[in-house]
């Protein structure tokens, strides 16, 4: 495992770093198909599958972060490494992102495990090689959620989350912290926007008192995403929705991918002790990373690409997965 040299050690700069780089899939050798699941009664949920020519060595379903889809970058980079590799990549869209809000009349949140759940259980008959989850920040609460949930399971062989934010109160707490103004005003317009598009289409279902006042992705959430799914408030939705109270649950061989220095989520809720004590969850603390970021100083720059296809051949193998982040 080649170790990870980071080109920016600002944590703000690799976080935008990761965010704005160019990333492209090869569509000659690995075209996209549209695949729709129906996951509940009246939701359909959109996934972009990717495949190599042949048998493949794994399935791996990848789920995107808050007001990300398909085609985020670390989404696009991950498939095309995956397929160079021998693996299918299945880039799943939260409800209504990626242009699907025509496919459901709901929002997402942080813990909706429903949809990655259902197309696991659907693909599964067919299944004939192994299957991972790979969720990204909000994305990768829900897939150690759903790991939870699950506990022991032969839906999937593995699970990986990366820029996790495992305990969603303190995140947020986080993500509100003068330093990071911007990262929240670009949420809370996306989530705005997004919201009042869910208004026009059912105005009854989706009021907008307030809406206009909301600054926040606290006051987001306690307005509108707790209330649209009976948690009540902001402060019941974080506690019963985050994965670090399902984490003691977990027993498929687990990897947590964590920058020390992530601006939008604070390292010490990773200190938690139920990550200690469970021996299905193997954490990767590295120094410099910033939030989905982890660009490498020289090529190959995806550093954080090789590193998980690293991991899904120790699972595949059914070998210890060890590694060195760094040689500085």
């Not at 459901?104 to 259902?118: F, K």
């Not at 947020?172 to 317009?189: D, S, T």
């Not at 279902?205 to 948690?231: M, S």
């Not at 970021?293 to 995806?302: D, K, L, T, V, W």
Request: one cysteine or more; proline letters at 5%; glycine letters at 8%.
């Amino acid at each position: 495992m080649r170790p990870f040299r980071p080109c920016f050690k600002n944590p703000h700069l690799a976080t935008l770093a990761g965010n704005f780089w160019r990333r492209a899939i090869d569509e000659s050798r690995f075209p996209t198909r549209e695949v729709l699941y129906d996951t509940e009664p009246g939701t359909r949920v959109l996934v972009h599958e990717n495949r190599p020519e042949g048998e493949v060595k794994g399935e791996v379903f990848l789920h995107h972060g808050l007001e990300g889809s398909s085609r985020s970058g670390y989404m696009v980079s991950l498939a095309q490494a995956l397929c160079e590799a021998g693996y299918a990549a299945h880039r799943i869209n939260m409800r209504g992102c990626g242009g699907t809000e025509h496919l459901t009349a709901t929002l997402y949140h942080s813990g909706l495990t429903q949809d990655v759940r259902e197309i696991l259980l659907q693909t599964q008959k067919n299944a004939i090689a192994p299957r991972f989850l790979i969720g990204f920040s909000l994305g990768g609460n829900v897939a150690l959620k759903l790991a939870g949930e699950l506990g022991e399971t032969d839906l999937v062989t593995g699970v990986a989350a990366v820029s996790t934010p495992i305990d969603l109160h303190e995140c947020v707490r986080m993500l509100g912290a003068k330093q990071n103004w911007v990262y929240e005003q670009r949420f809370v317009r996306s989530l705005r926007a997004r919201y009042f598009r869910r208004h026009q289409a059912h105005p009854h279902r989706f009021p907008v008192d307030g809406l206009h006042r909301t600054k926040t992705v606290f006051e987001f959430d306690d307005r509108f995403t707790a209330k649209a799914f009976g948690f009540g408030d902001a402060p019941n939705y974080y506690r019963t929705q985050s994965a670090l109270g399902f984490l003691p649950r977990i027993r498929v061989q687990t990897l947590l991918v964590q920058a020390v220095d992530d601006p939008l989520i604070p390292f010490a809720i990773y200190r938690h002790e139920s990550i200690r004590e469970n021996p299905a969850l193997q954490l990767a603390a590295i120094p410099n990373g910033g939030h989905l970021g982890f660009i490498a100083r020289s090529r190959p720059r995806f550093w954080l690409d090789d590193f998980l296809i690293e991991w899904l051949e120790s699972r595949r193998n059914n070998h210890p997965f060890r590694f060195v982040l760094t040689d500085e």
